[in-house]
Structures are given as structure tokens and as C-alpha cells.
């Protein structure tokens, strides 16, 4: 048994503009007989901050930030100096979703697109469909990092409904056999600004009875959008009470603020820089001009000289003998 549960936001004016009861950690229960685990975040302010950074429009912004939800609520679950990403490849405009974050709470999401305008063809189906068409048809990895083996572990699904709450939860089902509720929101206002972004995460464990199911699924399709209730001043606690109020509940711990976070370094970047190939980095090598690097992520700038270049390509030419 799988549930679903698509969500749905608008971009419209900001009726509210005091939200109080910002939670800046993902909050994890239990229910007491250890059948239902269950994760909420309120996560504007760092999908704000990734909005602010990359300039990103509507669409990528809400697509950026469901994904950086959903990789944070399913980050919580892991242990300590874990990470996990979530890499969305799709057929539409967009084309590509990354984000990763940490069982600490450390997030960072980017599109192949941050500056997609929604093509008139698409705008036509309807604001509503806008991630799901601009996304289109296509594959999501969920990558485990596990620092200590350097193995990571991945798994890839098809995209159900590029909706990406349901996406996860499909790739719940298909890898980890889990029925599961992910539902993701990101509220703009009329320019385009993040002002509510959150979600949840039910997962029934080994154990559950049908009873406990059918309640939580007929309860989540009565439920109000998550970014509305954000909107409202609802808590990351408030979120998890809507759905599983009358479950005896057990507060993991889980005492991690939620973060931007980019670990980019000089290092990375020349490695990047790498991947332009010999022939590129000796045209780049001739010309003598520094060549200026942003992170994608953070908008962090690099510099690199031509002796930069010269030790890039060195590097380069060593691993091509390899
Ligand atoms: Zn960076």
C-alpha cells in the first residue's frame, strides 16, 4: 500500500506576513508501538536563502525547494556525518533537480535552469502543473553517502508524477519496500520570494495494521496544503499533529538546525574545472586570462590564474595515462 499526496501551490500575494513559530530543525516521532515514524520541517528560510542566492524564478524556486525538503526530512533518519541527495532528471525544460542535506541539517539544492521561464505552451496547462510539466518525464536517484565505507549507495526510480512528494514516496516504496506520505510545500509571494516551504514524512514500519493506514491516508486526503498551514504559523510539530493526532507519539531526538550550506572549496572547483578537457584547458592556458568560477550552489567565486589552469591541466593529463 502506497498513499500519495500531490500538493499543490500558487503564487499569489502574502495576505500574512507575520509567521511566527519558525522551526529551524527537522522534528521525528514515533508512535509508541514503533509501527509509524514520522518527520516535519518548516523550511523556509533556507529555501529563501537558496532563492536569493541563485535568483531563481517561480518554477525551479518551488521545484529547488520541494526537493531540498524532501532530501532534509529523509536525511534526519540517517546517522550521524551522513548525507543524502536527490538528483531529478527530467524531459522537460527544467531538465535537472539536485539537492542534498545531512542527517545535521546542512541543505543545498540547484536546477539546471534557475532562470526557466515557463513556456507559454506549458503556462497554458495550467499554474498548477507547472514543476510536474516543467520537470516532464523522467528518473530520480536518491544517492546514500556513507562516509566511513566511501561506497555510496544508490538507487533510481522513474518519476511518478514529477511532482516530486510523490516521486519519493514511490522510490519509498520501490527500494525500501516503505508505504510512506510525503507532503511537500513551497509558497511564493507575488514576486517570487519564498515565504512558506516545509514538509512531511510518514513512513508505516514492518508491523502496521491496515486500521492505522486507512486512518492516516483519509486523513491526509482531508488535509489542508502544507505551505498553507506554514502560511498559518504552523510548527513542524503542528504539522505532524494535523495527521497523527491521536497516535500515542514518542519525540525522537534530533537537536540539528537546519542550515544552507555549501562545501565548495578551491579544490572542487579546479576538479570541475577538469572536467572541460585538455583541449579546452590549453585554449584557456594561451589566451593568459584569469577564469572566473561561481558556485552554482552558493555563488561563491573563484579566481583561477593560468597557473591555476596549468596545474589543473597537469592533473588532467596525469589521470588520462591512468
Ligand atoms: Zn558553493
Known amino acids: 500500500m502506497q498513499y500519495r499526496v500531490i500538493e499543490i501551490e500558487q503564487v499569489h500575494d502574502l495576505q500574512c506576513s507575520n509567521i511566527m513559530n519558525r522551526t529551524t530543525r527537522v522534528h521525528k ?9 514520522a518527520a516535519a520541517v518548516v523550511a523556509t528560510d ?16 518551488v521545484a529547488v525547494g520541494r526537493t531540498m525538503v524532501a532530501s532534509l526530512l529523509m536525511a534526519s533518519h540517517l546517522k550521524n556525518g551522513q548525507e543524502l541527495s536527490i538528483y531529478i532528471q527530467g524531459s522537460g525544460p527544467l531538465s ?7 542527517f545535521e541539517g546542512k541543505v543545498r539544492g540547484v536546477s539546471s535552469h534557475p532562470h526557466l521561464q515557463v513556456p507559454p505552451e506549458l503556462a497554458v496547462a495550467g499554474e498548477k502543473l507547472l514543476v ?25 526510480v522513474e518519476l511518478a508524477t514529477s511532482e516530486i512528494g510523490d516521486d519519493v514516496a514511490y522510490y519509498l516504496h520501490q527500494s525500501h519496500q516503505i508505504p510512506s506520505v510525503v507532503s511537500l510545500g513551497v509558497h ?37 496544503a502544507v505551505s498553507n498551514r506554514i502560511l498559518e504559523g504552523a510548527s ?8 497523527l493526532q491521536d497516535f500515542e507519539l514518542i519525540q525522537m531526538d534530533h537537536d540539528h538546525t537546519v542550515e544552507y550550506q555549501c562545501r565548495c572549496s578551491r579544490e572542487r ?29 552558493c555563488g561563491r567565486q573563484y579566481s583561477l590564474n593560468t597557473e591555476d589552469i596549468r596545474e589543473v591541466r597537469q592533473e588532467v593529463y596525469r589521470e588520462s595515462l591512468n
Open 29 to 37: 516521532y514515533l508512535t509508541k508501538d514503533l509501527t509509524v515514524r
Open 46 to 61: 533556507v529555501v529563501e536563502e537558496m532563492r536569493s542566492i541563485q535568483s531563481s524564478f517561480p518554477v525551479p524556486t
Open 96 to 102: 535537472s533537480v539536485f539537492a542534498q542535506a545531512s
Open 132 to 156: 510536474a510539466k516543467s520537470i516532464g518525464i523522467g528518473l530520480m536517484t536518491v544517492t546514500h553517502h556513507l562516509p566511513m565505507t566511501g561506497t555510496p549507495h544508490r538507487g533510481t
Open 188 to 224: 511564493l509571494d507575488s514576486l517570487g520570494k519564498c515565504t512558506a516551504a516545509g514538509g512531511i514524512l510518514i513512513e508505516l514500519m514492518p508491523g502496521h495494521n491496515d486500521e492505522t493506514a486507512a486512518k492516516i491516508e483519509a486523513r491526509v486526503k482531508a488535509a489542508r
Open 236 to 243: 513542524a510539530d503542528d504539522l505532524i499533529r494535523d495527521l
Open 269 to 297: 572547483v579546479m576538479r570541475s574545472v577538469g572536467l572541460l578537457g585538455l583541449k579546452e584547458l590549453d585554449e584557456i592556458i594561451e589566451k593568459g586570462e584569469a577564469t572566473e568560477v561561481s558556485c552554482e550552489f
